[in-house]
């Protein structure tokens, strides 16, 4: 079966730090993977998608940047952030080629002090 | 660009009742609905929907798809307090595999 994975699962950082968040799925290949930002507990804004290796679609303009080295891994990032990037991160995969269902991630509550 | 209503966006409950939420839509190519249900941490897939009129059911949950009237409702009868969490509608549009969310109904089922 396959499981998706996150890290770290609560992040406190102050504004002006670098950022890495990752997340890796097991058990499929080939998946599209998805970063979103839920604010204030409702809906989900999506930041980058994936459909491959060093493939990323960006939906927002903002300063953050996402990379996928590997099939299933994808990384979320910022050089410096601000207090507005303050929220939960989820990861999520959807199958490659016609599935719309997406699986997400435990998430990634962060904080910008 | 795709958008997705919610409503009612909060809700209170006690145990034993019946509750509608609904989700209505506006969007280009339209392939299908999702329904996900939030607790605290990742969303849950609880259903899809790609064609009008024929209901997805999982024990007291239970959804449908108005293509024409544009929306879909779901339904949980007998609520239960662990049915408290917020419930996200989605679509897919045009774009393919990127889902447009709604901002969800927050569900609370009282004892």
């Known amino acids: 079966s396959q499981t998706i994975h996150q890290w770290p699962a609560t992040l406190v950082q102050p504004v002006g730090s670098p950022l890495s968040l990752e997340c890796t799925v097991e058990?499929?290949?080939?998946?599209?993977l998805y970063w979103y930002r839920q604010a204030a507990g409702r809906g989900l804004q999506l930041l980058f998608y994936?459909?491959?290796?060093?493939?990323i679609s960006s939906e927002v303009p903002q300063n953050l940047s996402a990379s996928r080295p590997q099939d299933r891994q994808f990384i979320l990032s910022s050089k410096k952030l601000l207090l507005s990037d303050s929220g939960f991160y989820l990861c999520?995969?959807?199958?490659?080629?016609?599935?719309?269902?997406?699986?997400f991630g435990p998430g990634t509550r962060l904080t910008v002090t | 660009e795709d958008k997705v209503v919610q409503s009612p966006l909060s809700l209170v409950v006690h145990e034993g009742d019946t509750v509608t939420l609904n989700c209505s839509y506006e969007?280009?190519?339209?392939?299908?609905l999702l329904w996900y249900k939030q607790e605290k941490k990742a969303p849950t897939f609880l259903f899809m929907l790609?064609?009008?009129?024929i209901e997805k059911k999982s024990g007291r949950l239970s959804s449908i798809l108005d293509k024409k009237e544009l929306f879909s409702i779901l339904n949980i009868t007998a609520t239960q307090t662990g049915d408290s969490a917020v419930y996200l509608c989605a679509v897919v549009g045009t774009s393919g595999s990127r889902l447009t969310f709604g901002e969800g109904t927050q569900l609370t089922v009282n004892p």
């Open positions: 969007v280009t190519n339209f392939r299908s």
């Open positions: 994936s459909v491959g290796i060093g493939q």
């Open positions: 058990g499929t290949s080939n998946p599209n």
């Open positions: 999520a995969w959807s199958s490659w080629g016609g599935a719309y269902e997406q699986y």
């Open positions: 790609t064609s009008s009129g």
